[in-house]
């Protein structure tokens, strides 16, 4: 069976969890393989409306296996308070659909904390995080500074292990930011409260995986947030701390010889980017207001306003050609159907000149977006099923956009339901 991982192109929040709903239907396995709780994905299907943060978007489908892999930023306290909401919602979660990879690092006590301290020390300088402690929480991965979720068997070990690290963390937490020590206490009641919840569902992901490829099964990952977020490619330092990129599904799954044929790449019909950073094609004032509200464009983890702006040619085929794409979900195309023109940006103006090609994360503070108008079609598409179903105008700016980025738009999303898509393969 095919493998296929589901992306996002642009700045995040394209609508990748409603593309995930739908396809996890001929998938056996839905893997998360990055990132943490510091997103979220909005899905809506016959089970309700579910706020995912970090449960892979296949929780819902019966038979389905979801697996938090070894690169995802597992924060047990979160992932619990999660997993209770869902099921309090009549979803069954168990340990026969959800396994944590025992390599995962677990995101410590502190993390979310580190994340507050370094925001308010940056003061207007700030990154504008979600403050879920995913930043501090990559940087000690990288540090050899975690636990990893199979160390929650080995008690002895692991009682040691945090205690070395809560003595190197307390240096900095009360050196560098005054803040109070953590004890090994706080530990040990983070350890109950927390990690014993999630214990049971902690396993060899890696041995699963490998075994569910021999026996032909099919798996799909599924990342957080978009290639403009990217820690490598996007636009650092307002990047998140993980890849974001189809490339690094394989690693962050614990199936490194995974083969993916097919990304799917979520694109949204305008832009928005939540927090801090270059977004060149911004919208401003009533014109923003109007397409925020349409949009409904809120951060799902922290209901802060997006900002919003029209499609934006020049990021997403830089958003298609890194995660080597192999075809487009182009999303909320019925939030345009109120405007008379639909604008899109078409290329960026730097010092002067006309470019093609996204640039260098600083040189795009010196950018000036150019924009386009295309005929707007004034009527609720959110009926629609079929690609006759759209009026001339709303199919004429689908085939613009697919031409442009060079990369076949193979669904279109009408609405947040389900079944509000239309598939054009
Ligand atoms: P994700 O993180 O990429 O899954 O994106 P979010 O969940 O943060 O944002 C997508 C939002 O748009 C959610 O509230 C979805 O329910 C909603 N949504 C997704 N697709 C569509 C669509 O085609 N039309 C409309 N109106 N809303 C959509």
Known sequence: MKNCAIVGINWGDEGKGRMVDLLTENYDVVVRFQGGGNAGHTVINEKGKFALHLLPSGIFRDGVVNILGNGVAMDPENLWKEVSEVVAQGVSITPENLKISDRASLLLPWHRELDELEEQRLADKKYGSTKQGIAPFYSDKYQKKTILA???FYEEELLAHLADLMEWKNLTLTKVYGARPYTMDMLKAWLKDACEKIKPFVCDTGAFLANANKEGKSILFEAQLGSLRDLDYGIYPYTTSSNTMAAYAPIGSGFPG?????????VKAY???VGEGPFVCEMFGDE???LRKAGFEYGAKTGRPRRVGPLDIIATSYGIEVQAATEIAL???????YMDKIPVCVAYELDGKRIDRFPFPIAQNRCKPIIEYFDGWKTDISGARTWEDLPKQAQDYVLYVEKTIGCPITYVSVGPERESIIVRK
Not at 258 to 266: Q, T
Not at 331 to 337: A, C, H, I, Q
Request: net charge negative; proline share 0%.
């Open 258 to 266: 995974a083969k993916i044929s097919d990304v799917v790449g979520v």
């Open 271 to 273: 832009s928005t980017c």
């Open 288 to 290: 923003a207001e109007e």
């Open 150 to 152: 199979g160390e929650l």
């Open 331 to 337: 999303t909320k195309l019925d939030v345009l159907s």
